[in-house]
């Protein structure tokens, strides 16, 4: 549930103060972000996303009733819209071009690589061999796989986000989980 202070906010952005809603919008405007680069891939498709999102949940705060966490409501939204996103780029075959692509693993600094030419060279195949199997994961797999593992929520929190039940997203993760591991193979 919300806590009291995001209580207070989203009541008085439900009278109207745009203070209290900018205060809503700052406080998850990275996880927003983040949550979008990770599932899309792609900065601009993850910053109309983003924009997308608010619009949402300014036009429908109203309704917004404290069933569940803000959070919560907040992340379907953004699920919702990644999906839409990722469903419209699968009819049109579309795939961001390679040099506009985010990469979440391009974030992560392996200093110790640099010294070590086989340790390099063994961490590019397993990044690339990574990244093919979360390409072979449904849209609706990859997101829950990564929500667990890469924001780190749990099943019931993503069971929720999606609109389902906490069994639902348990059961995705295991499918996305047994593709990951037949994928890498002997990385695994």
Known sequence: MATADEASLIRAAQK?????????????????????????????????VYQEAFLRVFRNLDSFRF??????????????ICLDHLRKRKVRREEPAENNEYNLLDAVEERRADNNPQRKLLTGEL???????LGGLTPRERI???????????????GESLGTTEEAAKNCLFCATQKMRSALGDYA
């Not at 990044?127 to 199997?133: F, G, T, V, W, Y």
């Open 67 to 80: 069933d569940c966490s803000f959070t919560t409501w907040l992340y379907r939204i953004v699920t919702n």
């Open 144 to 158: 829950v796989f990564e929500m667990r593992h890469y924001q780190g929520l749990r099943l019931r929190a993503i």
């Open 16 to 48: 109207g103060d745009q203070d209290a809603f900018a205060a809503l919008v700052q406080t998850h405007d990275q996880a927003v972000l983040r949550i979008a680069m990770n599932l899309l891939r792609s900065p601009e498709e993850a910053r109309d």
């Open 127 to 133: 990044k690339n061999r990574i990244l093919s199997a």
